[in-house]
């Protein structure tokens, strides 16, 4: 009896991870088909500068819409990162954001839009020529788009990473670095790659709103002393703004202000403000 539960137990567990296979192929063959038929989504959240009230700049998060609703980047840029599809995903974002770009400087004072870089598009040796082709051919400034990066982009081969940070910087583009604070980065690296603003992680933005500014300080601090911008991420009380803006981070990106946005949506809420 004991052998026949063993081997009830093996063939379900056997069962449950052949449905993850398979769930995971199928994932990926509807991502490639996503991408072949051009159905990738980017949206827009506000950055708002909180000092004149005046929106600073824009990100672009990629979407997916899926089986009626959107599946989460959290779950298809890995995905897109394992299989390789991560290099054409990053250019349909590009190119988007590209095309976007023209009706956004005809309606806003902010001209930029920050793209999201994984560690993987960091290591693509063609990156940089790619970003610099797609923007040249629009015939815009390659300063109307700063990448962000996360820590974890420089885990690996960490000399390849800063030449083509480097290569970035020199090119145009500014940098900034995602979810700081969340990863490792050695101070030492991060005072010689060329970031220009640390994004504020949202744990600190959360711990803020229980009372505790220790962290959120140290690092607005630290980022003044090398000379940087802070962005503040996922600020969705008043009082987190309030208490950010005394720490003296006037950049805010949340829900409080404006979630992210199809394009379309993003212009009527430009014009009705
Ligand atoms: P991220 O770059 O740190 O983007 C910020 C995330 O926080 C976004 O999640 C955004 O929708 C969310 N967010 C903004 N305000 C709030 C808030 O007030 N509260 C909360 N709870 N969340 C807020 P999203 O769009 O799901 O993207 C998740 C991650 O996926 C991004 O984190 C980024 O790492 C990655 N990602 C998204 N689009 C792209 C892309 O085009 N390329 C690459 N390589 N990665 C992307
Ligand atoms: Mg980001
Ligand atoms: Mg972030
Ligand atoms: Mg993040």
């Given at each position: 009896a004991a052998k026949k539960a063993g081997k009830g137990r093996y063939s379900f567990f056997a069962d449950a991870m052949l449905g993850d296979v398979q769930q995971r192929m199928q994932l990926e063959q509807r991502l490639r088909e996503c991408l072949r038929l051009d159905q990738l989504e980017v949206w827009f959240q506000p950055i708002i500068d909180v000092r004149s009230g005046e929106v600073a700049m824009f990100e672009a998060l990629a979407r997916w819409p899926l089986d009626g609703g959107y599946c989460s980047p959290e779950r298809?840029?890995?995905?897109?990162?394992?299989?390789?599809?991560i290099t054409e995903l990053g250019a349909a974002v590009?190119?988007?954001?590209?095309?976007?770009?023209?009706?956004?400087?005809?309606?806003?004072?902010?001209?930029?839009?920050n793209v999201n870089l994984s560690p993987k598009q960091l290591m693509n040796k063609q990156l940089v020529a790619q970003m610099?082709?797609?923007?040249?051919?629009?015939?815009l400034l390659r300063s109307s788009i700063h990448f962000e990066l996360t820590e974890s982009a420089l885990a690996h081969n960490a000399d390849f990473a800063k030449?083509?940070?480097d290569a970035l910087a020199e090119a145009g583009f500014h940098?900034?670095?995602d979810d700081f604070g969340t990863g490792y980065s050695s101070l030492h690296r991060l005072q010689s790659l060329p970031f220009s603003t640390l994004k504020l992680d949202r744990s600190f933005v959360l711990m803020l709103g229980e009372g505790d500014e220790r962290i959120s300080k140290a690092i607005i601090l630290l980022a003044e002393q090398l000379g940087m911008s802070v962005i503040a991420?996922?600020?969705?009380?008043?009082?987190?703004?309030?208490?950010?803006?005394a720490l003296g981070c006037h950049l805010i990106q949340g829900y409080l202000n404006a979630r992210p946005m199809p394009l379309a949506q993003l212009l009527l809420w430009l014009e009705q403000r």
């Open positions: 298809f840029i890995p995905v897109a990162e394992e299989t390789g599809m590009a190119r988007k954001v590209i095309e976007a770009l023209p009706s956004l400087l005809a309606v806003s004072q902010a001209h930029v839009v610099c082709d797609l923007i040249d051919a629009a015939g030449q083509q940070l940098l900034h670095l991420e996922g600020i969705e009380t008043a009082e987190q703004q309030a208490r950010l803006q």
